[in-house]
């Protein structure tokens, strides 16, 4: 930036201040210089000019070095803040990645569920064919068993097969109403 030179006054006295600031902002200071040393001068009456200059360059020293404690307290907790941000970055991160694992996962098992579900559904197709096929053969072993048992029965009992001859078979001619 160029240098330029401020005419400014402090305490009827002038200076020139060679500075690449705004003038604005240097006639803003000479006007702070000259109101800390109108307070100097007020709260001691005994002081001349120079002492109240000296007391209020000591102010404007003092409000430096707390501006610049202030500052760097300010970057302390901004580095702290920065590295926290930091490691809440790294966790979600980290998070993130462990949330993705678990949609994939997550979306692994459902396809697997509907696997499932559906061999689930064909199975029970298959059992309500078996049955229904089975309850047939059940059905069917009963009539036989009964049929058996029947069977079983009539010999106990001393069954013997008779046959009804008809009146218009030639069994009168074999004697014995029997048909050979």
Known sequence: MEKRRVSVSIEGRSYIVITSDDEKYVHQVAKDVSQSI???????????????????????????????????????????????????NRKVGEYREKLT???????????????????LAALSKENERLKKSG??????????EQAVSDKKNEKIMGYVPMRQASLFEDGANNGGGEKK
């Open 38 to 88: 109108l307070n100097a001068s007020r709260s001691a009456k005994q002081l001349d000019v120079r002492d109240c200059a000296i007391l209020a360059a000591m102010d404007f020293c003092d409000d430096k070095n707390k501006a610049v404690k202030r500052n760097k307290d300010l970057v302390q907790k901004a580095d702290q803040f920065i590295t926290k941000n930091n490691d809440l």
């Open 135 to 144: 309850d047939k053969k059940v059905e069917n072993e009963k009539k036989f």
């Open 101 to 119: 694992d678990a949609i994939n996962e997550n979306t692994t098992l459902v396809k697997r569920v509907k696997a499932l579900e559906d061999q």
